[in-house]
């Protein structure tokens, strides 16, 4: 088992971190029939819960995943069916309340890392199936959990409750639009809840909550309007025809989250591992339920729009520091003309993460490199790192040059911004 994702504190975007106290009373243990637990294992994979549950080499949901935040370390707990150390004394009862509402049994309140808040929505019935697994579908593992390593009283959790209060509503599964079709529910149900896509992609307020946890309400158009995360940004996933996806089709988003990649594209940074370890595996008319959802989202006002096309699209200048740093270093894989190799090397032409209004995922590639997502019957391909072979300038020019040239609308990249990245690459490798 490979597990390689590197988010950490509030910004957990793939997995159940279920920072679980105290165990609940001894009884006997429930059967569940094959179905239960089949079921329960897809809703496991929807929700991502392995990607945060487990370590590199370590036994699958046994925690101790380190997630470091600006006042210490909190590691991801064992969520096994173990007695002891993990969750095999829970009541039905128990789990729910933990996943749902983050308090664990004995009133413990749980970390907001875990996305209690997008969990809430989450159906009884799914919760049940995901509830059947990990009690007989998940082998036990004997292995404790890891303390936090903050320092009294920031180990203190009561004041969780007053977070929780404030940004979390006490109970909203979620409820069908009757307005929308089942197949739009369906997307908006597993954005919103089981996928919880807001925890990365919705900006955070001065709690550190999600601004919006659906399109619905007064802050609406703030969900999924991107944010940053660390060393990256999760993108825009709004109709946007800039950093948005205005400009892709239901195949597009489809393609991009079971392979990683599509014609306009691939994904980067944490995203991958989601891919790697969740969305490859939905159903395809999961996939498209969600995908249509997005494409109803309305563009975020707040975004830059794509300009008015001119005629003719300017030539870039190839004689300037960036493109000829660009053909030495680039052109090789993304061509001269900026137009990569289908389904192999991603084009620059035209790619959103090229133009984005932030330039941090571009920079953050070139800097530390990166790999498409691992997916059956999808061989990866990998970019090298050049942060020990570019001076913060050049990799400002080549920046500078992709996202002004054949067409891009993207803003000049400078070199203080290329130091600020790389520092925080540094911190958090």
């Given at each position: 088992?490979?597990?390689?994702?590197?988010?950490?504190?509030?910004?957990?975007?793939?997995?159940?971190?279920?920072?679980?106290?105290?165990?609940?009373?001894?009884?006997?243990?429930?059967?569940?029939?094959?179905?239960?637990?089949?079921?329960?294992?897809?809703?496991?994979?929807?929700?991502?819960?392995?990607?945060?549950?487990?370590?590199?080499?370590?036994?699958?949901?046994?925690?101790?995943?380190?997630?470091?935040?600006?006042?210490?370390?909190?590691?991801?707990?064992n969520i096994t069916p173990d007695p002891t150390y993990g969750i095999g004394k829970y009541s039905f009862e128990d789990f729910d309340r933990a996943v749902r509402h983050g308090v664990a049994?004995?009133?413990?309140?749980?970390?907001?890392?875990?996305?209690?808040?997008?969990?809430?929505?989450?159906?009884?019935?799914?919760?049940?199936?995901?509830?059947?697994?990990?009690?007989?579908?998940?082998?036990?593992?004997?292995?404790?959990?890891?303390?936090?390593?903050?320092?009294?009283?920031?180990?203190?959790?009561?004041?969780?409750?007053?977070?929780?209060?404030?940004?979390?509503?006490?109970?909203?599964?979620?409820?069908?639009?009757?307005?929308?079709?089942?197949?739009?529910?369906?997307?908006?149900?597993?954005?919103?809840?089981?996928?919880?896509?807001?925890?990365?992609?919705?900006?955070?307020?001065i709690g550190m909550q999600e601004k919006a946890l659906s399109a619905n309400g007064s802050d609406g158009s703030l969900f999924l309007s991107g944010a940053k995360i660390e060393s990256w940004?999760?993108?825009?996933?709004?109709?946007?025809?800039?950093?948005?996806?205005?400009?892709?089709?239901?195949?597009?988003?489809?393609?991009?989250?079971?392979?990683?990649?599509?014609?306009?594209?691939?994904?980067?940074?944490?995203?991958?591992?989601?891919?790697?370890?969740?969305?490859?595996?939905?159903?395809?008319?999961?996939?498209?339920?969600?995908?249509?959802?997005?494409?109803?989202?309305?563009?975020?006002?707040?975004?830059?729009?794509?300009?008015?096309?001119?005629?003719?699209?300017?030539?870039?200048?190839?004689?300037?520091a960036g493109s000829l740093a660009y053909a030495q270093y680039c052109a090789v894989c993304h061509q001269n003309d900026g137009a990569g190799a289908a389904g192999v090397f991603p084009a620059?032409?035209?790619?959103?993460?090229?133009?984005?209004?932030?330039?941090?995922?571009?920079?953050?590639?070139?800097?530390?490199?990166?790999?498409?997502?691992?997916?059956?019957?999808?061989?990866?391909?990998?970019?090298?790192?050049?942060?020990?072979?570019?001076?913060?300038?050049?990799?400002?020019?080549?920046?500078?040059?992709?996202?002004?040239?054949?067409?891009?609308?993207?803003?000049?990249?400078?070199?203080?911004?290329?130091?600020?990245?790389?520092?925080?690459?540094?911190?958090?490798?």
């Amino acid at each position: 088992m490979k597990v390689t994702n590197k988010k950490s504190g509030f910004h957990y975007v793939s997995g159940f971190l279920l920072i679980f106290g105290a165990v609940g009373l001894a009884q006997a243990a429930p059967q569940f029939s094959p179905q239960e637990i089949e079921r329960g294992a897809y809703v496991a994979k929807v929700g991502d819960c392995i990607a945060c549950h487990a370590v590199q080499g370590g036994k699958p949901f046994a925690g101790g995943f380190p997630m470091p935040l600006p006042v210490g370390t909190i590691y991801s707990s064992n969520i096994t069916p173990d007695p002891t150390y993990g969750i095999g004394k829970y009541s039905f009862e128990d789990f729910d309340r933990a996943v749902r509402h983050g308090v664990a049994p004995g009133g413990k309140y749980l970390y907001p890392a875990m996305p209690y808040p997008s969990y809430a929505k989450v159906t009884p019935e799914d919760m049940k199936a995901l509830y059947a697994y990990f009690m007989q579908g998940v082998k036990p593992v004997a292995q404790p959990n890891k303390p936090p390593t903050m320092i009294w009283p920031l180990t203190i959790r009561w004041p969780l409750a007053i977070w929780n209060w404030m940004y979390v509503s006490e109970d909203h599964v979620y409820r069908p639009d009757p307005k929308q079709s089942a197949q739009w529910n369906r997307g908006a149900y597993l954005t919103e809840g089981l996928g919880h896509c807001g925890a990365c992609h919705t900006p955070r307020g001065i709690g550190m909550q999600e601004k919006a946890l659906s399109a619905n309400g007064s802050d609406g158009s703030l969900f999924l309007s991107g944010a940053k995360i660390e060393s990256w940004y999760a993108r825009n996933l709004r109709g946007n025809d800039v950093g948005g996806l205005g400009n892709w089709s239901v195949a597009d988003i489809v393609q991009l989250l079971k392979t990683g990649r599509n014609s306009s594209g691939a994904a980067v940074g944490s995203m991958t591992e989601v891919i790697h370890h969740s969305s490859q595996y939905w159903t395809d008319a999961d996939l498209e339920a969600v995908a249509i959802y997005l494409k109803s989202l309305p563009a975020d006002p707040n975004k830059p729009k794509a300009p008015q096309p001119v005629a003719p699209v300017p030539q870039p200048d190839l004689h300037s520091a960036g493109s000829l740093a660009y053909a030495q270093y680039c052109a090789v894989c993304h061509q001269n003309d900026g137009a990569g190799a289908a389904g192999v090397f991603p084009a620059m032409a035209g790619n959103p993460t090229v133009e984005s209004r932030d330039a941090l995922n571009l920079i953050h590639v070139i800097l530390a490199g990166g790999k498409t997502a691992e997916v059956k019957g999808v061989h990866p391909f990998t970019m090298p790192a050049f942060a020990g072979v570019l001076s913060d300038q050049q990799v400002a020019d080549i920046a500078t040059f992709v996202r002004s040239g054949w067409g891009n609308s993207g803003a000049a990249v400078s070199a203080s911004e290329v130091a600020k990245v790389r520092s925080d690459i540094a911190k958090t490798h």
